[in-house]
């Protein structure tokens, strides 16, 4: 019994830790552009490897949001976004950090 219980909380323990560690290895496609500024939409897009999804903004002035994609990781802590504002259809400014797990 007690090599039973050992066993279960070695697995769980391998099981939990598991998705933290493959969600930070997917928040960036293997080589990809970093992101930078002066990046069109379509530019940041593809360099973050998720789609930008629109927030408010006119035409060349938009803010998106970048969500993660953890792909149905429900133990990841990963639910923030990455704010992208573009001006004149360039990257100007982003707030967020994916390189970082909150605490």
Do not use: H
Not at 65 to 93: C, T
Request: no cysteine; glycine share 12%.
């Amino acid at each position: 019994m007690q090599r039973f219980v050992t066993l279960f909380v070695v697995i769980l323990v391998i099981a939990l830790g598991a998705p933290a560690g493959m969600a930070r290895a997917q928040q960036r496609p293997p080589n990809s552009v970093p992101l930078a500024f002066g990046m069109s939409a379509d530019q940041a897009s593809r360099s973050l490897g998720v789609p930008l999804n629109y927030v408010r903004g006119t035409p060349g002035n938009e803010l998106f949001v970048a969500l993660p994609n953890v792909r149905g990781s429900v133990l990841s802590r990963r639910s923030d976004g990455l704010y992208l504002q573009f001006g004149k259809g360039r990257l100007i400014a982003w707030k967020g950090d994916w390189g970082t797990v909150p605490q």
